[in-house]
């Protein structure tokens, strides 16, 4: 039988690392898929995992990405991680960056998710899960472009679910929180934005990259059979209370 293959983006860093290690602890062969290059810790074994370095912005990608995966074997998996931050409000966003932040974060996910889906449709089977933010769900001051991005990708998640539920594949987002990665390393020495994050989260402190990896693990799993369509937030119950806590 041919393994279950889990693509992974953005995997050389942060959450992608983490989501990458979960997959193979759980058994599956891993494409991992980074414009970085590999980690020293993400060991490529014939059969069983794989990295190619490569630009997500670049069009041609999807489609090599997911011949690569397939010859590991079949595709049940697809984790559309890979983001970018950095973004300005409106009034100071440059159409390159505007351009940019949303062919990343959006335009990517949509381009890799349309490589894997014959192949998923094919065997009636596949789970994506695309990698969203609760800044696509509540708005903060100077990310226009990457809130936009990540509120789409919540309606893009909605709308592949319904398109795809009856051909067997369930489409599901992760909103994180804040987790600690390099792209929240300097924003966490900013002390508005601790603040803000941290004293409105009732758990009290930032996320780990394995707690968002978890949740994408269950969502591709046959515990989860059920639910399609959904952004889950991993923040610590930021989003749903905002709960200022006090002293
Ligand atoms: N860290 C957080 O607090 C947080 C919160 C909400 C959402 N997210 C989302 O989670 C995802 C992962 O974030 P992270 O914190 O691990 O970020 P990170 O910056 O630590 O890692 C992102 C990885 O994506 C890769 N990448 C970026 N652009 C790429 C491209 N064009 N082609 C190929 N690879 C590319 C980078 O090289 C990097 O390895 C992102 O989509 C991010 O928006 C993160």
Redesign the pocket.
Known sequence: MKPRVAIV????????TAIAARFLADGYAVMA????TRPEDFRVEPGCSAFLQ????DKAVAGEIAAAASALGTVDALIN?????GSRPVAQTDDDSWEKILD??LG?AFRLSRAVLPGMIERGKGSIVH?????GEVGYRGTAA?AAS?AALAGLTRQMAADYGPAGIRVNAV??????????AKLLQDPTYRDLMLNSTPVGRT?K?REVAGVVAFLCSDDASFVNGETIAVDGGWRATRMKVSG
């Not at 909103?175 to 929240?184: K, S, V, W």
Request: no cysteine; proline share 5%.
């Open positions: 983006t953005g995997a050389a860093a942060g959450i992608g898929v980074d414009r970085a490569a630009d997500l912005a991680n890979a983001g970018i931050g990343v974060n990517a990698i969203a933010s609760i800044f990457y990540k909103a994180p929180g804040l987790i600690e990665t390099a792209m929240t996320g990259p």
